[in-house]
């Protein structure tokens, strides 16, 4: 029997959202993790250029995996072998590798709730089993050493990701290197999603590889990189994998664009057009940190990094999914149900992304408070 797995119920409220606008309704997009802004300039210059003089077959980049593996060891002082570096077409693809690589049918694999929706939904596509451990406000939504010495029996794997989403929080150096060695110990394979790296306001994050040599890590151009659309990611794999993971990309997915590789080497150094974009983020963050609470939304982890804020609407909606279609209708605003990051507890909470521009942040905000005020005046006291 094939495996059931949930709808990413997010994309039903961008497809409302884009039936609004269409309709003539300025609707504020601020339901998925994507950057507003496209691929750095010189990126997209270049891509026209190669478009004109490159067949685009099949091909992988040497010169991006040399690039990649060069970043680990200036921003963290990890060693990384380019041919460690798998080109994926995005994280995605990069997250079916790693779980086909490390585990059989039937494994057990821990994670945080909330946590990204397509974790659950693509082990169980995998079916493998995914164990979740409930992370609440105490532990800033992410997974701690302690609790997965607690689990019994030992889980094959452990997914973590810092920053998270929906939360945005960040796994400090101590306590990865906590998660490390409990791993280590219990025999656990660690995979580490790291795609949000380089969006952080808190303190950095680091690579789980520092601590763990032998994780898997997952990563992409899509959000610090701006090109969520060009598809182009990359896993790192322990040497040992190479052979493993080499075949499965060959097998299940081939190569990645050739454009997006071409563009991807561009955008690596691209730095200042990339900072500038945190800079709003950064400013977006600080803004709705400070309305928030003023509509009644205190019960927040203010996020250290990515670009989002999960945000505890449980005064006002048992029901995350109708919240946030009714919210959309009547301010034009999209944001994501809890729902999809927690099929437990998740329909208390609603995500907000802001990777838009400020005005639109500033826009959002003129439009929601009412709205949480009038809902907030319905409620029987
Ligand atoms: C935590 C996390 N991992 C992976 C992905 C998938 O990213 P990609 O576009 O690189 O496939 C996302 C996308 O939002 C994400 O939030």
Redesign the pocket.
Known sequence: MPVEIDPFHAIAISRLAHRLRAEGRSVIHME??QPWTGAPAEAIEAAHRILDTDGMGYWESPALKARIAAHYGETYGVAVNPEQVILTC????A?VLALSCLFAPGARVALARPG?V?YRNTLKALHLEPVELACGEAERFQITADAVERLEPAPQGLIV?SP??PTGTIIPPEELQALAEVCKRRGIALVS?E??HGLSYTLPAETMLKHAPDALV?N????YFSM?GW?L?WLIVPEKLVDAARARMGNLFLTPPSLAQHAGLIAFDCRDELEGHIHTYARNRELLLGALPAMGLRRIAPPDGAFYIYADVGHLTNDSLAFCEALLRDTDVALAPGLDFDPVDGNSFIRLSFAVSTDLVEEAIRRIGPWFAAKAASLPR
């Open positions: 998925f993790g995005g994280a995605s693809p997250l990204y397509a990701a998270a989403n999603d795609i949000y997952v992409s151009f899509s959000k969520a598809r990611g």
